[in-house]
């Protein structure tokens, strides 16, 4: 039973143009998370979807960003038009439908974007 | 809105000593609560969690409770050692669902 995949696991761009990263949940988790890392800080929380459902994007930029989780394939985290203070670890994490509030997210390696 | 406020550090620490982590929250509801431990270069690990007052959350020889009247989750271990070394993050879980993680403790243990 693979784990939470993430990928790329490296990505660089440059200024200007659009970063996507990907995470497939662990299998039968209907719950995804992300997270940024920024370096020597700690994490924060960007969206929380179901499948087709945003359930909160409390911690998302208002421009730039967008993250979906369609009925079928992965979990896209799309940043447009990046710029130097978007380089940072994203982490991914997923949990189950039910018993949420005793979930364990688990996490996958996290997709680290450089920005040159 | 629920929140995490933990210990920052960096604490650096000898090998075998006592260590103590500090975790407070506020939430509405009641949370569940976890530690989390990363390790460099890689994602975030459950070490232990509780998930209502008075529970004890251990693994590992880390130990953290559950305390509603001090909104705490202090993580514990006796005699820590080289292999401990990583960045320890205290998180909630509250009614909503939402998973929200503190700041991040590094430690070292040095031998």
């Known amino acids: 039973n693979a784990g939470v995949m993430q990928n790329p696991r490296h990505l660089v761009r440059r200024r200007g143009q659009e970063a996507r990263l990907r995470c497939s949940p662990m299998?039968?988790?209907?719950?995804v998370y992300w997270y940024r890392q920024l370096p020597e800080e700690g994490l924060k929380f960007m969206v929380y979807?179901?499948?087709?459902?945003?359930?909160?994007e409390s911690g998302m930029p208002k421009e730039r960003f967008s993250a979906e989780f369609p009925k079928e394939g992965p979990s896209i985290l799309r940043i447009q038009q990046v710029v130097r203070g978007d380089s940072a670890a994203y982490f991914c994490a997923s949990s189950p439908l039910q018993a949420a509030r005793a979930n364990v997210l688990t996490f996958g390696a996290g997709s680290r974007l450089t920005v040159l | 809105g629920d929140s995490v406020t933990q210990m920052e550090g960096p604490v650096t620490l000898s090998e075998e000593a006592f260590l103590t982590i500090n975790c407070t929250y506020t939430?509405?509801?009641?949370?569940?609560l976890f530690w989390y431990v990363q390790y460099p270069g890689e994602g975030l690990q459950l070490l232990l969690k509780?998930?209502?007052?008075?529970d004890k959350g251990s693994n590992k020889g880390f130990e953290a409770t559950y305390r509603k009247e001090t909104t705490s989750f202090h993580l514990e271990k006796g005699s820590v050692q080289v292999s401990d070394s990583a960045v320890y993050f205290c998180?909630?879980?509250?009614?909503?669902?939402?998973?929200?993680f503190g700041a991040g403790t590094r430690l070292t243990v040095k031998p």
């Open positions: 509780a998930t209502k007052a008075d």
């Open positions: 299998k039968g988790h209907s719950h």
């Open positions: 939430a509405t509801g009641y949370p569940s």
């Open positions: 979807l179901q499948k087709e459902n945003i359930i909160d």
């Open positions: 998180a909630l879980m509250g009614d909503n669902n939402d998973m929200r």
